[in-house]
């Protein structure tokens, strides 16, 4: 907010010499931010005012004039100008020796054919005064000042210029300093000086409100309180100068003294206004409510809006006349004609006023002010300050009578705050008595009961509501810099990472190991890609959380899955000539919890994705098996199954503990046709989550065995459809305590094979710990196998 410091002293006087840079530092320490300053008027020196006294024609030129002319000095100056609009009486800007105009241009004494100049006479243009502000300063000449304008004064004075503006940054929870009376007051309790604000009456005319006017409040959550009044008689003019000067000073434009009243109230008080052409209300009824959503209305500034968003406006029987808190409209606005007027003084609701002028494209000095929030009393404190200035200023007649439409009435907030807490929460030993002190600078009228101070939390100061906050209020007026210097202190403790983040630690060291690079994708993704994944419509997957305000389609749901993101890249990867990617992402999917989408927080979890181009399913699997070794979670199977996203004949779900912990397969290629992939994409996804459930730290370490082992290799041949996994585990099953591993390190189909059938070759190797191993020991064990497999499936040996 820009205070001129001109009318900041109409209520509070502090030391005359201090300068404004020490002026802006006290502030800043007592808790006000001040952005900055200006000094106006800077770039004007020893330009005055005077009258021309006597003029003559120069002797040497038949267009130039030779004036003499009173600047309140000893004796009269000499100057000659070639102005034609200069007469005798004329009160005239006098730039004397020495004086400097706006741009820099210095003027001094000298000679115009041979007559002596002592200075210059200024038009408004040579002195950058604003032409809406001073309408006769825009002529073809000098520029000549009105009649009762004293001799000798400094122009800037006159122009207005003089002023000392310092800008205040409003903080969020202190709306009460969106004004002078807010200003003032802080400044008085950082100068421990007296507070003067206007003392407000109001001296009402014949006639009733009631007959002029009333107000329906349909909705009171967002209109706690609408004040009104009636002033008839209106005698429109332009504002005084005091009062044009304040305005422009804090950055308004004068328009006439019914307008600037509002807006001079505004400024003082804190508290948006409003003037509505009384004649202008249809039914004589105002009605607060919102819009209808077909609504189309024109603001002041002429702009027409349509209110689909149905924001609060205020009504009469016909239609909108004014968006609430906003601006008001074209259609009642203030004129020359205008003979009666409605005032209107209210509080809206800040969040819903704050929605409704940014859908609007719309921020004005009202609005901004209800956003942060304006007091329940202080609606009707403007009001009545409204009244008071139309009287003063004899802009019109007020009537008897106020509209003040509330639910209930406004109580003063009282709390005791214990100066033992206060002392404690600031870590200052502040005496009691110092504090009672301080808080009545503050106007929070303490009353002293021992140990505990009573408070009263004055209307206009809606962040106050507890002890914390006394606390607040006592420090930064007692003195930020009063706060004793203490060294930091306190021990020193080690991190570390959970179980989860090291299973999510070695799990990306253990990918990157085997020569896959990690990605990092968005968390939302487009809902086509469900499609294009050839994911099942009635899939629980589909089952998304939606963004309320996306980008776009392509990122407005969460993902459930992490496979398109991957493809996704893979696609980039491959279009820029990266044919064979590996790739992993770690990330969370979000799955909903409810019936409905959207209808509580989702489920998050950590997955894992890997994704690679032309590899084959069994090197994807082995590192697989590879990553789950790593993480101790041996016991791991591999069935047929998996979602339709991969090849119906190469694709399993990896089971461990008994649970389904992830899907591997190669991408159908209709999916990875979606997705503009070339050759045989791979991808596995994981649940992390339940990966880290598993990887227990139980790790055992065994000697390296002494005895030698015994190795013997089998082919067998079995149906297509037959489960190597399943064969494994028959297998083990017949080893009988000395089968040390198994593995499979062949799988053959053609020549010399039946079709329909495949040929798997395995390699046992049998050992124990405690001796050596006979053939004969050996053999029979690798029989059992043999016998086992030709019972559960059929295998034959091969030959």
């Known amino acids: ?50 009258r021309v006294v006597e003029m003559k024609r120069h002797e040497d030129s038949d267009h130039l004039w030779v004036c003499m002319i009173d600047v309140g000095k000893e004796n009269l100056l000499q100057i000659v100008t070639g102005a034609q609009n200069v007469t005798v009486g004329a009160m005239v800007p006098v730039a004397m020796d020495g004086a400097v105009l706006p741009g820099g241009k210095t003027i001094k004494s000298g000679a115009l054919r041979g007559v002596k100049s002592e200075g210059m006479l200024c038009s408004g243009e040579e002195l950058n005064v604003d032409a809406e502000q001073f309408p006769e300063s825009a002529v073809y000449g000098i520029w000549i000042l009105k009649e009762d304008t004293p001799i000798g004064l400094d122009i800037r004075t006159v122009i207005g210029c003089d002023e000392v503006i310092v800008e205040f940054k409003t903080l969020a929870n202190r709306p009460d300093c969106m004004c002078m009376a807010g200003i003032a007051r802080e400044v008085a309790a950082t100068f421990d000086t007296e507070l003067t604000l206007p003392e407000i009456s109001v001296k009402e005319t014949d006639g009733n409100i009631a007959d002029y006017v009333s107000v329906t409040v349909e909705d009171s959550d967002l209109c706690p309180r609408y004040c009104a009044r009636v002033v008839k008689n209106i005698r429109l003019a332009p504002s005084p100068a005091w009062m044009q000067k304040a305005l422009i000073g804090a950055g308004v434009r004068p328009i006439n003294n019914v307008v600037d009243i509002t807006n001079y109230v505004m400024l003082e008080q804190g508290q948006p206004m409003h003037a509505f052409d009384y004649s202008c209300i249809r039914g004589s009824h105002i009605t607060v409510r919102k819009s209808a959503a077909e609504d189309v209305f024109t603001t002041l500034d002429g702009k027409e809006h349509e209110l689909s968003m149905q924001p609060l406006c205020i009504c009469d029987d016909e239609g909108v006349i004014g968006l609430a808190g906003i601006m008001g409209g074209l259609n009642s606005e203030i004129t020359e004609n205008t003979q009666t007027v409605v005032l209107e003084s209210a509080v809206f609701n800040g969040a819903y006023l704050r929605t409704s002028a940014r859908a609007l494209g719309m921020r004005t000095e009202a609005s901004a002010r209800f956003e942060k929030g304006v007091s329940i009393k202080g609606a009707q404190v403007a009001l009545e300050r409204a009244a008071q200035l139309f009287e003063q200023l004899d802009a019109g007649d007020v009537v008897c009578g106020v509209i003040d439409v509330k639910p209930e009435e406004w109580t003063e907030y009282t709390f005791t705050a214990s100066a033992d807490a206060v002392r404690a929460h600031l870590g200052m030993d502040i005496p009691t008595d110092t504090m009672v002190e301080i808080l009545a600078k503050l106007h929070f009228n303490p009353v002293l009961d021992g140990e505990n101070i009573h408070v009263t939390v004055p209307y206009w100061r809606l962040d106050v509501d507890g002890t914390d906050d006394i606390a607040e209020e006592v420090l930064r007026i007692y003195g930020y810099d009063k706060i004793p210097s203490t060294l930091m202190s306190g021990e020193v403790e080690c991190g570390g990472r959970n179980h989860r ?83 992993f992402e770690v990330s969370r999917v979000f799955l909903s919890k409810g019936e409905a989408e959207d209808d509580v927080q989702p489920e998050e979890r950590l997955h894992l994705c890997l994704g690679l181009c032309n590899r084959d399913f069994f090197y994807v699997k082995g590192i697989v098996n590879n990553l789950l070794s790593s993480l101790n979670i041996n016991d791991v199977k591999y069935t047929a199954g998996g979602a339709s996203m991969y090849h119906p004949g190469r694709k399993a779900q990896i089971i461990a503990g008994g649970k389904v912990i992830g899907e591997i397969g190669e991408v159908h290629p209709d999916a990875a046709a979606n997705f503009e992939l070339q050759g045989r994409i791979m991808i596995v996804e994981l649940e992390l989550d339940t990966i880290a459930e598993m990887s227990l730290d139980n790790r055992r370490y065994v000697a390296i065995a002494r005895t030698p082992a015994i190795t013997r290799d089998m082919a067998v041949v079995v149906a297509e459809e037959v489960a190597v996994g399943d064969m494994l585990d028959a297998i083990k099953r017949s080893g009988k305590g000395i089968l040390e591993s198994v593995s499979v390190f062949d799988i053959y189909r053609g020549e010399h094979v039946e079709e329909g059938y495949k040929s798997i070759a395995f390699s046992l190797v049998y050992r124990t710990p405690e001796r050596t191993l006979t053939d004969d020991e050996a053999k029979k064990a690798f029989d059992r196998a043999v016998r086992s497999l030709g019972a559960q499936f059929g295998a034959e040996l091969r030959a």
């Open 1 to 50: 907010m820009n205070v001129p410091l001109s009318w900041l002293k109409t209520y509070v006087k502090y030391p005359e010499d201090l300068a404004v840079a020490d002026f802006a530092e006290a502030m800043i320490m007592s808790g006000s931010e001040v952005e900055g300053y200006e000094e106006m008027g800077q770039d004007i020196e020893n330009v005055v005012t005077g």
């Open 501 to 583: 983040q090291d299973v999510m630690l070695r799990t990306k060291r253990t990918l990157c190991g085997m020569g896959l690079n990690e990605i990092t994708t968005f968390s939302f993704i487009s809902p086509k890609w469900f499609d294009h994944i050839l994911m099942e419509e009635d899939s629980p997957l589909r089952k998304v959380l939606h963004i309320l305000n996306p980008l776009g389609e392509d990122v407005s749901v969460m993902r459930t899955v992490l496979a398109p993101s991957m493809l996704s890249v893979l696609r980039t990867n491959q279009s820029r000539g990266n044919a064979d990617s590996a790739l």
